[in-house]
């Protein structure tokens, strides 16, 4: 149990940084065979390319978790207590559906490239194992509304203050 609390709480944080390590590393010897034995190989761009977007959807669903993902909410420091845990918790359905729709969605990419036989062209491997990002992001970020919504229906019960995440410019 221990151990499930544990990736739960650092999951995304080490999928990002296995993912940016790769992605500079990658980069700088790129970089340095392009500029000192004016060489470069198709495989590295790509692998950037592919770590980038993994980056990308990974961090959406860190984000989610931490509240940190952009939003307007000078209006919420004048809500009282059970009117702003709402509002949250309505931003949390709404997102839970998009999410829902675009998960279903991303499939259908991964399964014509499945489907037809996709291969990188550097690599020369199958597309679906970097297709996967979307529906993989997705999942997460729903896994993490999942988590904020319980979360903030126990604020709502208990009459505690909502969790915010970190503000921008307090």
Not at 14 to 26: A, D, E, G, N
Not at 135 to 163: E, H, M
Request: net charge positive.
């Amino acid at each position: 149990m221990k151990l499930l609390r544990r990736i739960d709480r650092d999951a995304e944080l080490w999928l990002l940084l296995v993912f940016y390590v790769m992605l500079v590393i990658t980069m700088a010897i790129e970089v340095l065979r392009r500029e000192v034995f004016s060489y470069s190989s198709i495989w590295g761009e790509e692998i950037v390319r592919y770590s980038f977007i993994y980056l990308a959807w990974i961090g959406a669903a860190a984000a989610v978790k931490e509240r940190a993902h952009i939003r307007i909410d000078v209006i919420m420091h004048y809500l009282p207590q059970r009117p702003k845990t709402l509002v949250y918790i309505f931003g949390d359905l709404v997102m839970f559906f998009v999410a829902i729709i675009a998960l279903y969605w991303s499939f259908e990419t991964v399964h014509v490239s499945a489907k037809f036989g996709s291969v990188t062209d550097g690599l020369r491997i199958s597309k679906v194992w970097f297709l996967m990002a979307v529906p993989v992001g997705f999942a997460l970020i729903i896994w993490r509304l999942l988590q904020s919504f319980v979360r903030d229906c126990r604020s709502l019960k208990n009459g505690t203050p909502v969790y915010q995440g970190d503000t921008l410019f307090d």
